[in-house]
């Protein structure tokens, strides 16, 4: 089956900055990818992210370097041999999962024997700012399910309780973005327990981890930065209780199911994140937040606007994208 690939950057502005622990961001860069065969065409988006050393250019030099295996009719599972984990594979991997469905007529969820996606309550985000303007946002999300609060090591204590003051209902998230030491993420668990935290995601630095090996934390402790693929989950399962899987870093759908299954063999919790990003990356990310216990998909609703048919938000709860936008008929 012979295919045409058409790999290209978009950019999304957003309607306010999202500001982490790293810097601030104002745009979404994303990296769409459409692959047609016999008159259907599938679509997938990545996010290349520097922190793993990606970039907009990088992902599309791999994705031209793939293109003659991807054009000759390469399974997703092949993809695994050629191309790395990463942004480029997720979106190339993404857009056979979509072609797959138009030449079958069969959604993603119907082939893999799963219901269809429902309405999913996700983490909404209380950026990195000024306590004042922290709090602000908390208060307007006091009556969402789970809140997301991304601090550094300035005065995290402040920051939290600012937004837990604000916002004394939902489940929270609290994320350094590797930020922390060992001795600010033991010197913060009474408060973390006190403030009724739900889970403390990616608090020290990947390659500085170690430090949890056997550590007892209070709350749940989640790896981001530090869990990729399945193969990472061997030696995370003393350290971490959650592994937050992202399509970006998994390679893809097909990467992202296999991390689950082996956290889920591991014993270790699944949380599915996502980068800033539209629609096309959230709806993929969706078929693996059904079988997590936190979902943090909000990414398409810091967009000034998002791509047609896309999710949209309501009091916390993302709806599914329309008919036909990406996995479904």
Not at 29 to 50: C, F, Q, S
Request: a negative charge; charged letters at 20%; proline letters at 6%.
């Amino acid at each position: 089956m012979l295919r045409t690939i058409v790999a290209r950057s978009d950019a999304f502005p957003l309607a306010q900055p999202f500001r982490i622990s790293r810097g601030v961001k104002t745009v979404a860069d994303v990296v769409t990818v459409e692959i047609a065969a016999d008159g259907a065409t599938g679509r997938g988006e990545a996010v290349p992210y520097l922190r793993y050393g990606e970039t907009i250019a990088g992902a599309l030099d791999e994705i031209a370097n793939a293109r003659g295996a991807i054009a000759d009719g390469a399974t997703r599972d092949e993809l695994l041999t050629f191309m790395p984990a990463g942004a480029a594979r997720n979106a190339v991997d993404c857009a056979l999962w979509d072609l797959e469905t138009r030449l079958t007529g069969r959604s993603v969820t119907d082939r893999l024997g799963r219901p269809d996606i429902a309405p999913t309550p996700t983490a909404m985000t209380v950026s990195l700012d000024t306590l004042d303007a922290m709090a602000a946002a908390a208060r307007a999300l006091a009556d969402v399910p789970l809140i997301k609060i991304k601090v550094d090591r300035s005065d995290p204590a402040a920051q939290i309780r600012v937004v837990r003051d604000a916002a004394p209902n939902p489940r929270i998230i609290v994320d350094p973005n590797e930020s922390w030491t060992i001795a600010e993420v033991e010197g913060l668990q009474s408060l973390l327990a006190e403030l009724r935290i739900d889970l403390l995601e990616q608090p020290l630095p990947a390659g500085e981890d170690d430090a949890l090996e056997g550590f007892r934390s209070l709350v749940p402790i989640a790896a981001d930065e530090s869990a990729h693929v399945a193969d990472d989950v061997g030696a995370l399962a003393s350290k971490y209780q959650v592994i937050n899987i992202k399509l970006d870093k998994t390679g893809g759908l097909t990467g992202a199911l296999a991390l689950a299954d082996a956290a889920a063999a591991a014993g270790l919790g699944v949380m599915t994140g996502s980068m800033i990003s539209t629609s096309l990356s959230i709806a993929p990310a969706l078929v693996v937040a059904a079988r997590s216990s936190f979902v943090d998909l909000d990414g398409p609703l810091w967009l000034a606007a998002d791509r047609a048919g896309g999710v949209k938000g309501v009091d916390g709860v993302l709806t599914p994208p329309e008919a036909g936008f990406w996995g479904t008929i």
